[in-house]
C-alpha cells in the first residue's frame, strides 16, 4: 500500500501573507510623504508576501516528490527481489532439469542394456529351441521309422498268415470234405474280415484271364510269354489303406496260339502220287 501524501498547514503562511499586505496597504494609504525607502519596503513586504504565500506549496511539492520517488524506489526494490526469485526459480529449475537429463541418460543406458540382454537372450532361446527342434524332429523321425519297420513287420506277418489261411482253405477245397470245405471257409472269411478292419484287403483275380504283369506276378517272379492264360491263384494279394502290398501269385497256362504246332506226317510216296 502507498503511504498518504504529507499535509503542510498553510494557515501560518497565509496568515503572515496578509499581514505583510496588511501593512504595505497602510503604507500607501496613510503615509503622505514616503521616502524610497518606504517604497523599497513595501515592494519587498509585497514580495515577501507573495513568496510567503506560495512557499507552502512548494515545500508540499518537494515532499510529495520524494514520497513518489521513495515509493517507485520500493517498488523496484520490490521488483529487483521479485526478479531474484524468479532467477533463483530458475536456476532450480536448471538444476532439476540437469538432474531430470541425467536420470533420463541413465534410463536410456540402462534401457538399450536390458533392450541388448533382451535380444541376447532372444537369440539364445531361439538357438535352445532350433536344437531341441531338431532333436525333437530327429526322434520324430527315428520314431517314426521305427514305426515304419514295425508296421512293415506286422503287415508281412499278417500277409504270412493270410497266405497260410488261403493255403489251407485250398487244401480243404481239394480234400473235397464239405464240412471242413464249409468250416475252413468260414474261418477264412472271419481272418479277413479282421484284416479288412485294420485296412488289409484281399485281391482275388478271376481264372481263365490273360495274364497281366501290371496285375499279377508268378510264384518264380518269372514272366510268361504273351497270351498266358491264369488258371489257379495260388496266393491272393494285398492292399493297405488303398496301396498294393504285394500282387497276387497265380499259376498259367501257355495259350494255343503260342504253343508250337506239330508237323504233319508225311504221306508215303504211294498216297502222293495218287
Same mark, same amino acid.
Given at each position: 500500500?502507498?503511504?498518504? !501524501? *504529507?499535509?503542510?498547514?498553510?494557515? *501560518?503562511?497565509?496568515?503572515?501573507?496578509?499581514?505583510? /499586505? !496588511?501593512?504595505?496597504?497602510?503604507?500607501?494609504? #496613510?503615509?503622505?510623504?514616503?521616502?524610497?525607502?518606504?517604497?523599497?519596503?513595501?515592494?519587498?513586504?509585497?514580495?515577501?508576501?507573495?513568496?510567503? !504565500? +506560495?512557499?507552502?506549496? +512548494?515545500?508540499?511539492?518537494?515532499?510529495?516528490?520524494?514520497?513518489?520517488?521513495?515509493?517507485?524506489?520500493?517498488?523496484?526494490?520490490?521488483?529487483?527481489?521479485?526478479?531474484?526469485?524468479?532467477?533463483?526459480?530458475?536456476?532450480?529449475? +536448471?538444476?532439476?532439469?540437469?538432474?531430470?537429463?541425467?536420470?533420463?541418460?541413465?534410463?536410456?543406458?540402462?534401457?538399450? =542394456?536390458?533392450?541388448?540382454?533382451?535380444?541376447?537372450?532372444?537369440?539364445?532361446?531361439?538357438?535352445?529351441?532350433?536344437?531341441?527342434?531338431?532333436?525333437?524332429?530327429? =526322434?520324430?523321425?527315428?520314431?517314426?521309422?521305427?514305426?515304419?519297420?514295425?508296421?512293415?513287420?506286422? @503287415?508281412?506277418?499278417? +500277409?504270412?498268415?493270410?497266405? =497260410?489261411?488261403?493255403? @489251407?482253405?485250398?487244401?480243404?477245397?481239394?480234400?473235397?470234405?464239405?464240412?471242413?470245405?464249409?468250416?475252413?471257409?468260414?474261418?477264412?472269411?472271419?481272418?479277413?474280415?479282421? !484284416?479288412?478292419?485294420? $485296412?488289409?484287403?484281399?485281391?482275388?483275380?478271376?481264372?481263365?484271364?490273360?495274364?497281366?504283369?501290371?496285375?499279377?506276378? @508268378?510264384?518264380?517272379?518269372?514272366? &510268361?510269354?504273351?497270351?498266358?492264360?491264369?488258371?489257379?491263384?495260388?496266393? *491272393? $494279394? #494285398?492292399?493297405?489303406? $488303398?496301396?498294393?502290398?504285394? /500282387?497276387?501269385?497265380?499259376?498259367?497256362?501257355?495259350?494255343?496260339?503260342?504253343? &508250337?504246332?506239330?508237323?504233319?506226317?508225311?504221306?508215303?510216296?504211294?498216297?502222293?502220287?495218287?
Amino acid at each position: 500500500m502507498s503511504e498518504p !501524501a *504529507p499535509r503542510i498547514s498553510k494557515l *501560518p503562511f497565509i496568515f503572515g501573507d496578509l499581514l505583510l /499586505l !496588511a501593512s504595505a496597504g497602510y503604507i500607501a494609504l #496613510y503615509g503622505a510623504s514616503l521616502g524610497k525607502w518606504q517604497y523599497a519596503a513595501m515592494v519587498a513586504a509585497v514580495a515577501f508576501g507573495a513568496w510567503l !504565500a +506560495v512557499w507552502p506549496f +512548494v515545500l508540499e511539492f518537494r515532499a510529495l516528490t520524494k514520497l513518489l520517488e521513495s515509493s517507485a524506489l520500493g517498488s523496484v526494490t520490490e521488483k529487483i527481489k521479485d526478479l531474484d526469485k524468479v532467477a533463483a526459480s530458475i536456476s532450480n529449475a +536448471v538444476t532439476e532439469w540437469q538432474h531430470l537429463q541425467q536420470s533420463a541418460t541413465q534410463t536410456v543406458t540402462a534401457a538399450e =542394456h536390458i533392450a541388448e540382454r533382451m535380444t541376447a537372450e532372444a537369440r539364445n532361446f531361439g538357438e535352445i529351441l532350433s536344437r531341441m527342434n531338431e532333436t525333437e524332429k530327429n =526322434h520324430l523321425r527315428l520314431e517314426v521309422e521305427k514305426l515304419r519297420r514295425a508296421e512293415g513287420d506286422w @503287415l508281412g506277418i499278417t +500277409v504270412r498268415i493270410l497266405d =497260410h489261411i488261403h493255403a @489251407l482253405h485250398q487244401a480243404g477245397v481239394r480234400s473235397g470234405q464239405r464240412n471242413i470245405v464249409e468250416q475252413l471257409s468260414n474261418f477264412q472269411h472271419a481272418c479277413r474280415e479282421t !484284416a479288412r478292419r485294420i $485296412g488289409i484287403l484281399p485281391v482275388m483275380p478271376q481264372t481263365e484271364i490273360p495274364f497281366d504283369p501290371r496285375a499279377h506276378r @508268378l510264384l518264380d517272379d518269372s514272366t &510268361p510269354d504273351d497270351g498266358a492264360i491264369i488258371t489257379e491263384v495260388v496266393a *491272393p $494279394g #494285398y492292399t493297405f489303406q $488303398g496301396q498294393i502290398v504285394r /500282387l497276387p501269385v497265380v499259376s498259367v497256362k501257355e495259350s494255343e496260339s503260342a504253343q &508250337p504246332k506239330a508237323e504233319d506226317p508225311e504221306l508215303p510216296l504211294e498216297q502222293s502220287a495218287s
